[in-house]
């Protein structure tokens, strides 16, 4: 961009000296993470020298990479990745969603009653939730289905925290308890199994990945390149002053949120397909986790601060804590209390290094 | 060898005797390494689990599903790794199409909720309440299965001529807990409507109806109360003459019997791909053989 | 009522809670006139700002611009009826840059099509930002930082030049050069008499004596929430001990009596 | 207090229209939730004309109350009350809390394995942690060592928060995760039952009513009338201005978080003697409903703001909906939808109030 | 050094990232001297504020209070050395009300013993806070509503007031009238006066050329983050118009051409 024209005079200024980017901290802290699990493994006897990321036995895969454990890592929070997209922009926004969790319950419950088939190995679906019109739709239904729902909630999301004035974390909480009576209302609690091929090919594989990795680099340029993104910034860094600034906080407000949640709708459309099945439980905890991946990605609670590429790496941290816990063998109790101090230290880290930043300059 | 062990949750106390039947036998055994995942009550991570578990390259894994209904995907994960699979304590939904390196040591969950429900309406029929007896349903979390399943059983045996007697005044949630459960029975009994029986879809539950009718002076002996799961704590309130059902499940064995499955199917020798546990009903007559099981 | 009003208000009246900060405010501005507010600190003068701008809702009393009754729901639809405003606050974004500050509602952008989702021309924002900023002579050594931690003139001197850039049927200034420097001073005080030049109507709130009979027609005085005097300064005989005797309350003008 | 000299002058000031005081909005939301419940006891045949306050046949208490349900409305809500009263104090800091549910796990399992008795029904405790030093010990052994614990994790997190300055949304939710940890790995999962006599005393019957009732009345007098109280509405305001008005800004918040870890961990020993054991999973969701209180009480989330008088109001307003739910026998789903949307009612109610308050006068 | 040195910086600089905010600044202020720092918005005035206060550590440099060479980890610290300033951001807490924020970390307490949870003595803050505002001249309807809603000059009054209610060894004053009305500034400056019938040094930023003449004896010119210019206008003849020249760069004093 351009170079020479970007101060109108005053004070020195020494361009060699730019800020630090944000997501390099969080990029460093990723690797000492990973450096730390190979360390381990080196170092655990009982890990007999096995690598994390690398498989010198090439016996799986032929390749000297763990490709299972790559695929893995980043697999298994691409869902959550997905809400943690819409969470990045509803707090740069200065607000907060509690209600994606359970809305992916909903979600999953409602969607997948609209994507069953009707026989399974030959004998009629025993989880059948409507009658026989609602075998075997194409899969654009229950897509539209997810998204409608998700748009739905967001609405009212959205405009009870634009219109009325109730704190985000009051609307968002109340959400979440009303999406948690909807799923396990939806089918009284009975899971809702067996999807056709079709929507059962959306979630399979590596698809997850390939539907997270789009939307970030989707809303990425949203954010960055969009006067939506613009007004999103503007609106959690002085929410009176975007007021008055002339920008229609309330409609946008109500957009960030129904985005928000037709992002949590469509990683539901995933994680039943994923699963290939619908339980009222799905979902729990994930509002926590996708506010933890943007928070650890450089995203401030406070608002107005942040980026898609922060909350993507911070998803990775996750990623490769959960595979890197496994790997290592840690019992379940030391992986809780391992993980809460790595997302501590992985905060204080970037924390800390951006102040030495400053300081050093 | 090691073997990957999937639970669906740690905070469940008869999961937790379960899994300390398997860590046990393994200890016992030479050269066989546990790896205990705890899936938090979530069928998401429990298949991300599986998949980790692959990726460490275990030589056999045991799920005990979150989900029965979600096992197929479980099944599809392992099945292309070529890992060997065991399923523990809940029967999996695709039992009848399991391929040949996967098998299942379990408990028919609708035996459990039956097997309380009907000696209630015994204990009812034998205090001479025939005539008319009524109470409440004590629900777990009802996004888990075992609650659904257990509320169902209670259903379908009040429905049967034998115990339709017996009508329920309210059912309500109190997720398992003990604590949930004093409350709710509290709130139940400022109502003031008179009850013969509280059907619980555990012990912990039934023991907070139990402290809650206590404290609010009524004589348990005039109320039928049962529970599932046969914990210590259960077991000692059937002794004081709180508790008057509970059910036993092998939770120790089916543990240590899956550890034994997977270890047979990695070495590749014969198995039985179907092991079933049955439920043992518990009543202050047989009592005592129970008491160090659990 | 005359054509060449632009704005009127007739009983503009704001309470908070038991606070009466705004009484029964009766004020006229003609198109091409430039008028000071000025009055002791707690008077009104911003109240009386944000009722016209829709900042706040009055509690009565009518505004009339250019020659409609208006009711603005918010400072989106003052400024969308012409009306451009410099805060006292300044409202500016923290987290943004300087670009972003002074096109903010109203950027630059490409690919219209796309709704919401247009896409933000920061090139052509960031010449104009340069320029912009020219006028107020103020001097930034980088607009491609955040604004939160620039001096206060610096920041004083976005908000002004967010207006500026900008034509409209009213401008406001409430206290535009409080914090600035000398030199800075200067060169909004020019900004000023180019809006008079361009024969653009001006609110300027303003403190200081000299400034106000340098730039203005007209000043009108408040106290304790009510407008106590209205001083053509241009053609009457007024002094600067006039209307400091006026802001305190030595005098009070005829037909304002109930603000005494 | 003195009453004409509150002003220097200037404006014309009414007083007659002071300010509405928050607290009242609270406690017309409560009353309208219990009118609600009245009517539709009156309405819903099935009920047959109960009341949910009253009991016209004085059969049981001999008054015209129905003293048992008022008795449970407050006591149900009485242990997660006093998580709340330190969360409301975290919260006009400017903070959060994630951590106090599973702290009070932790705490449970750790207080109770130092109450245990030694002979259950005549048999030796089956369910004993420690050997026989650790039976029967004096009641205040368990209650010391809950309290040391709790100081102990509201120091990290007071420090953390205060000392390397991430938020604390991150650092108590790693918290969060490292209870969660604490709990399970303690007994490894395995509950911990039969406490001695007197630990039972603690929590049985109306006990926790009078603990939540004295600690709030406490705090009450601390937040408002005392110094401690003054700093943490301040630094919840500006925690610049505080800084730079000489308040030991980092000092405080690490104060703020003990009190209020130490109030976690007192609702834990509560709990576990109420129910006569202690289980991991306990406390699980603590923290959202104490949250939730506090602003239901008119605490803002954005610091600075807030009253123990309003969290009080806030927790009977759950504890009067969860026990009008059982009155009028609702289905399980509809519960957590009418709770999510109750919350946001009323709330909405407060705003609604608020400002209609302000725009009359 | 000589003994009537209450404050000296020697060398002291800050950089922001890339921006050299204040660069080797060699100060020297004595005993009962009273000095103002004038200078471009951005110059970097308030920057040296903030590192003499500790509100920001600095990049590096010396920083000599009252003979002992000093680090302060933060304002607290350097309030208790007893420096007290009035901030150009003011610093106060939106959501209390005007007494609270006036005794804001050192409030009047009753019952001592019980630490940090003393009792407030309200009545006795609530007094004082009036006889402190008195001096300041503005006017408060009511002390008692939060200070979040008050106008400008309110809130900057209550940010003096605060100051001068404390005795101190120096005293920082940052653009302290910016806001002010034309009485309010009178009695501010008033207070001013009495610092100095009292030999109290003073620190005072200023963009007010009659202010400055009026009050201070000696006159700190920044620029571009450096001091150009150190002028004794007591003693020797300067004018207004040579201040302004210091300021713009169109003149440099001797001694200080690296500013140039
Ligand atoms: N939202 C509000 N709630 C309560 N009181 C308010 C509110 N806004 C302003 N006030 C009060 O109204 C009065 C007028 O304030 P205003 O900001 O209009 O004064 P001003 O004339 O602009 O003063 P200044 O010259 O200091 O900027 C003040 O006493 C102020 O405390
Ligand atoms: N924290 C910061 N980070 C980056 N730049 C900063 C920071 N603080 C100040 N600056 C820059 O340092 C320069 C000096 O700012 P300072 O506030 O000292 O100016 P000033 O002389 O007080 O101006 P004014 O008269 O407008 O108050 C400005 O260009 C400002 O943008
Ligand atoms: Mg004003
Ligand atoms: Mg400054």
Redesign the pocket.
């Given at each position: 961009m351009s170079n020479h024209s970007d101060g109108i005079g005053?004070?020195k200024y020494d361009k060699s000296k730019k800020a630090w980017p944000n997501e390099l901290n969080i990029f460093f802290a990723l690797i000492i993470i990973v450096l730390v699990f190979e360390a381990l493994g080196q170092l655990l006897p009982y890990m007999k020298g096995q690598s994390m990321l690398f498989d010198f036995n090439t016996k799986r895969d032929g390749t000297i990479l763990n490709i299972a454990r790559i695929k893995i890592i980043i697999l298994q929070v691409s869902i959550i990745g997905i809400i943690a997209l819409g969470v990045t922009q509803v707090i740069i926004s200065g607000g907060i969603d509690l209600s994606s969790g359970p809305l992916v319950g909903a979600a999953a419950m409602i969607v997948m009653s609209f994507a069953q088939t009707e026989l399974v190995n030959g004998n009629p679906n025993p989880k059948a939730v409507f009658g026989a019109w609602a075998f075997d739709l194409p899969v654009l239904v229950p897509i539209l289905v997810g998204l409608l729902f998700g748009a739905f909630i967001g609405l009212i999301n959205g405009s009870l925290i634009a219109f009325t004035g109730i704190p985000p974390f009051i609307a968002t909480l109340g959400m979440f308890l009303i999406c948690r009576g909807i799923a396990q209302w939806w089918t009284r609690g009975q899971p809702v199994s067996f999807p056709t091929d079709q929507f059962a090919w959306l979630g399979s594989g590596m698809m997850p990945v390939f539907w997270f990795l789009l939307l970030a680099l989707l809303f990425h340029v949203v954010l960055k390149y969009t006067v939506y993104g613009k007004h999103t910034y503007a609106i959690g860094s002085n929410e009176a002053a975007a007021r008055m600034s002339g920008i229609n906080v309330k409609r946008h407000k109500v957009m960030v949120y129904m985005i928000a949640s037709m992002l949590a709708a469509f990683a539901a459309i995933i994680l039943s397909s994923k699963n290939l099945t619908a339980q009222t439980g799905m979902g729990q905890f994930y509002e926590l986790f996708a506010i933890a991946m943007a928070v650890i990605g450089g995203v401030s609670l406070t608002g107005g601060r942040g980026s898609i590429i922060g909350t993507v790496l911070g998803a990775m941290v996750f990623g490769v804590i959960q595979s890197g816990f496994t790997y290592i063998k840690l019992d379940a109790f030391y992986q809780l209390m391992a993980m809460g101090g790595i997302i501590i230290g992985a905060v204080v880290l970037d924390q800390w290094r951006q102040r030495s930043a400053s300081a050093r300059s | 060898e090691t073997i990957g062990v999937s639970i669906a949750r740690f905070d469940d106390n008869f999961l937790t005797v379960m899994r300390n039947g398997m860590t046990d036998h393994a200890a016992s055994l030479d050269g066989v390494d546990l790896q205990v995942e705890d899936a938090q009550d979530d069928v998401a991570k429990q298949l991300d689990q599986i998949n980790n578990f692959v990726a460490s390259g275990v030589d056999a894994i045991i799920v005990n599903a979150v989900d029965t209904s979600a096992t197929q995907a479980m099944t599809a994960a392992a099945e292309a790794a070529g890992v060997p699979l065991v399923y523990v304590n809940r029967e999996p939904i695709n039992v009848n199409e399991l391929p040949d390196n996967q098998a299942f040591v379990a408990s028919n969950e609708i035996e459990s909720g039956t097997l309380e429900s009907f000696q209630i309406c015994r204990n009812l029929r034998a205090a001479g309440k025939a005539g008319g007896a009524k109470g409440y349903i004590l629900m777990g979390q009802l996004s888990n299965q075992a609650a659904v399943q257990r509320t169902k059983d209670i259903d379908d045996v009040i429905g049967m001529d034998m115990c339709n007697f017996m009508t329920i005044i309210d059912r309500q949630t109190a997720e398992w807990s003990r604590d949930k459960a004093q409350d709710l029975m509290t709130n139940w009994l400022s109502s003031g409507e008179d009850f013969d029986f509280v059907i619980a879809n555990n012990d912990e539950m039934a023991i907070g109806a139990i402290q809650a009718m206590k404290a609010s002076g009524i004589d348990m002996a005039d109320v039928e109360v049962g529970g599932v799961d046969a914990t210590q704590d259960a077991l000692v309130a059937m002794q004081a003459g709180d508790l008057d059902v509970t059910v036993f499940q092998d939770a120790f064995g089916q543990g240590s019997g899956s550890v034994d499955a997977a270890l047979a199917l990695s070495r590749g020798e014969e198995l039985d791909q179907k092991v079933y546990i049955p439920f043992k009903l518990v009543t202050p007559g047989n009592v005592a053989d129970f008491l160090n099981k659990n | 009522m005359s054509e060449d009003i632009i704005l009127e208000t007739r009983g503009l009246t704001k309470h908070y809670g038991g606070v009466h900060a705004l009484e029964d405010a009766n004020f006229v501005l003609r198109k091409g006139e430039h008028v000071a507010i000025m009055g002791d600190n707690g008077a009104g003068k911003s109240t009386f700002v944000r009722q016209i701008t829709g900042v706040e809702q009055r509690t009565r009393g009518e505004v009339i611009f250019d020659g409609q009754p208006v009711n603005f729901a918010g400072p989106l639809d003052a400024r969308e009826a012409g009306i451009e405003a410099v805060f006292q606050t300044l409202a500016l974004a923290d987290h943004l840059d300087v670009p972003d500050n002074l096109f903010l509602g109203r950027e630059k952008t490409k690919w219209n099509w796309l709704g919401p989702f247009r896409f933000l021309d920061y090139k052509a924002m960031r010449q104009d930002t340069l320029d912009a900023l020219q006028k107020t002579g103020v001097k930034?050594?980088n607009i491609r930082?955040t604004i939160q931690?620039?001096?206060?003139?610096?920041r004083q001197c976005v908000a002004i030049a967010r207006t500026a850039s900008f034509h409209s049927k009213l401008t406001i200034m409430d206290e535009p050069t409080a914090?600035l420097?000398v030199q800075e001073t200067a060169q909004v005080e020019n900004i000023v008499r180019q809006l008079k030049a361009d024969g653009e109507p001006l609110i300027l709130i303003s403190h200081n004596m000299r400034q106000v009979f340098d730039l203005v027609d007209r000043v009108v005085v408040f106290r304790r929430g009510r407008i106590c005097a209205n001083l053509d300064i241009k053609n009457e005989d007024v002094t600067g001990e006039d209307v400091v005797a006026y802001i305190t309350g030595a005098k009070t003008q005829e037909g304002y009596e109930d603000a005494a």
């Open positions: 005053g004070l | - | 930034i050594p930082n931690y620039m001096s206060g003139g610096q914090a420097g």
